[in-house]
């Protein structure tokens, strides 16, 4: 009896160790971390289960993970990757199913949730998402005499722009030369020829059933509405002359610091970006924002979400399974991080109304519109967007060639990769 | 009076050419430099503009704020000292014994060393990752100094063979016949001789070390970690900050500067050793 009392004596000591012992190595790009620092902390007081997190640059969560999945021992319980990876990682991770109730999954945007799933099973779960709306300057589109040469000119009120056409007229309206030199020196806008996801944005207003590739991995970048929107996103440029010339040269950096730096009157850009306005920027305090604009099938964006996956060589899956379903739940703790950004509903709508989330409302607008859906999930993503997508926008902005020819051409590169 | 002329004309000339050749070299460094003492809101101006149109350290400021960057910085001196002196222990003796022994297998142990540097560092990563992991070295300033030292020896063999191609055979001779061994004769005679070579070999082992990235990134996570992975995590997927990136850039290549100064003397020697020779 002594001896069954002081076995399990020992058995309880080493469980209770073991489950003291039990701590949780997160990977994790820079920024990401301090969205989720708090949690962590709070997760940590609450379960007694350390959280560490290891920091790397963007693409290095990419690699490292790549690397760690391939030597078969992961020293990571959970990654927080980009949703570009989730194809491309998706067998080598844990199914997260049982995570999604009805309940869980009601807090979340329809398009968030279908990102999450690759080959019909969750993998991920969102941890913080972003999309792209409208910034505009407000000192601008207050201004009595701006407000009435534009009424007069186009027949309307001068307002932040709800629609392609609005986007158009607004933008050419304030393209102008201020110093009187004969030389454009202030654009309506810009077109951001670096990178595709912005013209994305606008196949799904279009009305298209996806971007790039179906459901079922037909390649539909020849579609109507992928020919509506190149056509668009090209116009300002190529016909209207309201943004900078070297739109090849324009990326997401370089579109803010247009805008920071007071030469262009409006910006289609992350969310994220409301609270970042440098303090020494001409349009501190002069910004407002707008849900993206719409097509004919309404606003639609490109979420850019970040998901908490679970390796599947992972030591601590439970603890992993645990600290990801407490993230979201208290997902409205990242929101006071330097990026400001959670992604559940309820996190986004319980900082509603308060001074400085003025920009909250039209992401999750953007986020919840009918025809917001995510990019291909598709392990060659990448690939088809380095190879075919960005040249064919790319060769667009040329001006010089048709924006049919342009995209059957993408239509083969992009079916030559998936063959 | 023509002659001297020509002289002069030929010596405007080189002079010219050097300095464009310098340039070529310094303009790059000299934008980090501007880019760095730009603020926040020039740093991406639109047209781009080489120098700052107002000079601020706010970005140097930023850098030395970022927590972690100091123990990244602490680090990468140590792996990469560390990587130099084991570099150097193992290499120059080998390349010593493979240039002044010669045997069809010392050859093929040259050989072997340059293919060595052939093979991609990619492809290395995951085995490595094993190999540190299974003696649980991962993550810790040895493990990244063996892993970095894996690379450094092939260079700092071909290297000191390079500069031990040039060595007369009769040094050690004379030292033997004045009673040396060999290991004295080596250590006393040989290695005081060929202090230049060694130093530049040092310098490129230390700079290989110092500013290698891919290992760093898949072997160390938050203990090991050294500055070149901080210093990339100014890139993020929602924004490049440029101007602390830059300002961090110029505050690494500082000790690098400072070491090939101090060494001046010896790497201009190394790299004409045996050049008059005979």
């Known amino acids: 009896m002594k001896r069954l009392l002081a076995t399990s004596a020992i058995t309880l000591v080493i469980s209770a160790a073991a489950a003291h012992a039990e701590s949780l190595n997160i990977l994790v790009e820079g920024g990401g971390e301090m969205l989720q620092k708090a949690v962590a902390a709070q997760f940590t007081k609450e379960t007694g289960i350390d959280v560490n997190f290891t920091v790397v640059p963007y693409q290095g969560v990419y690699d490292k993970l790549s690397a760690e999945i391939a030597s078969g021992q992961s020293n990571f319980d959970v990654a927080s990757i980009d949703v570009v990876w989730n194809a491309k990682f998706a067998a080598h991770l844990e199914r997260l199913d049982d995570l999604f109730t009805p309940e869980f999954s009601a807090d979340f945007s329809p398009a968030l949730l279908s990102d999450a799933k690759v080959g019909g099973h969750y993998i991920g779960v969102p941890a913080w998402a972003n999309a792209e709306v409208v910034f505009y300057r407000t000192d601008l589109f207050e201004n009595a005499d701006e407000k009435a040469a534009f009424k007069t000119k186009y027949g309307y009120e001068l307002a932040p722009p709800a629609n392609w056409q609005q986007w158009r007229d607004i933008a050419k309206f304030f393209t102008r030369d201020t110093d009187g030199d004969g030389k454009t020196d202030f654009w309506g806008t810009d077109t951001i020829g670096a990178y595709s996801e912005e013209w994305m944005a606008h196949v799904l207003q279009a009305g298209s059933p996806g971007v790039v590739l179906d459901a079922e991995n037909n390649v539909i970048i020849d579609n109507a509405a992928h020919k509506e929107a190149l056509e668009f996103y090209i116009a300002p440029h190529c016909q209207d002359k309201s943004v900078p010339e070297n739109v090849t040269e324009i990326g997401w950096g370089e579109a803010q610091n247009l805008f920071y730096q007071g030469k262009t009157a409006m910006m289609k ?39 908490n996956v679970i390796p599947s060589t992972a030591a601590n899956k439970d603890a992993a399974k645990k600290f990801i379903a407490y993230a979201v739940k208290h997902n409205a703790m990242g929101i006071e991080a330097p990026l400001g950004l959670a992604a559940t509903n309820s996190a986004y709508e319980s900082y509603a109304g308060k001074p400085g989330y003025e920009h909250f409302e039209p992401l999750l607008k953007t986020l919840a519109a009918p025809a917001t859906r995510g990019r291909p999930m598709h392990e060659h993503y990448q690939e088809i967007v380095d190879e075919a ?17 342009v995209l059957s051409e993408a239509k083969e590169t992009i079916e030559d990769i998936l063959n | 009076m023509i002659e001297r002329k020509k002289r002069d004309l030929g010596g405007t000339v080189i002079n010219i050419f050097a300095l464009l050749l310098v ?64 570099s150097l222990v193992l290499a120059v003796p080998a390349a010593y014994v493979a240039t002044q022994y010669r045997r069809s297998f010392t050859t093929f142990f040259l050989l072997f060393a340059l293919v060595t540097r052939m093979v991609p560092a990619v492809s290395l990563g995951v085995p490595l990752f094993t190999l540190l992991k299974s003696i649980g070295l991962l993550d810790t300033t040895l493990g990244l100094v063996l892993a970095h030292t894996s690379t450094a020896v092939p260079l700092a063999l071909l290297l000191m063979a390079a500069f031990f191609e040039g060595l007369p055979k009769e040094l050690e001779e004379a030292a033997r016949m004045d009673g040396c061994t060999r290991f004295q004769a080596f250590v006393k005679i040989i290695l005081p001789v060929m202090r230049s070579g060694i130093a530049v070999t040092a310098l490129f082992s230390f700079i290989a070390s110092w500013n290698e990235f891919l290992y760093a990134l898949l072997l160390t996570s938050e203990k090991g970690k050294t500055a070149p992975i901080v210093i990339a995590e100014y890139n993020s997927v929602y924004g490049l900050a440029w101007g602390p990136m830059t300002a961090a850039a110029v505050l690494y290549s500082l000790p690098v500067i400072l070491i090939t100064l101090l060494l001046q003397k010896q790497i201009i020697g190394g790299l004409t050793f045996g050049a008059v020779k005979g």
């Open chain 2, 23 to 86: 340039l070529s070299y310094a303009v790059p460094y000299v934008y980090l430099l501007m880019t760095a003492l730009k603020p926040a809101a020039d740093v991406q101006q639109i047209p781009p503009s080489f120098f700052p149109n107002r000079i601020t350290l706010e970005n140097f400021r930023t850098v030395l704020a970022t927590p972690s960057l100091p123990a990244a910085f602490a680090n990468s001196l140590l792996v990469a000292v560390l990587t130099t002196v084991l």
């Open chain 1, 269 to 307: 850009f992350w969310a994220h970006a409301y609270r970042m306005t440098p303090a020494d920027s001409k349009v501190n305090g002069k910004v407002g924002v707008a849900p993206m604009i719409a097509g004919k099938a309404g606003i639609a964006g490109i979420p850019g979400t970040w998901y």
């Open chain 1, 389 to 405: 997508v960005l040249p064919a926008v790319q060769k667009a902005l040329s001006c010089e060639d048709d924006a049919d020819e």
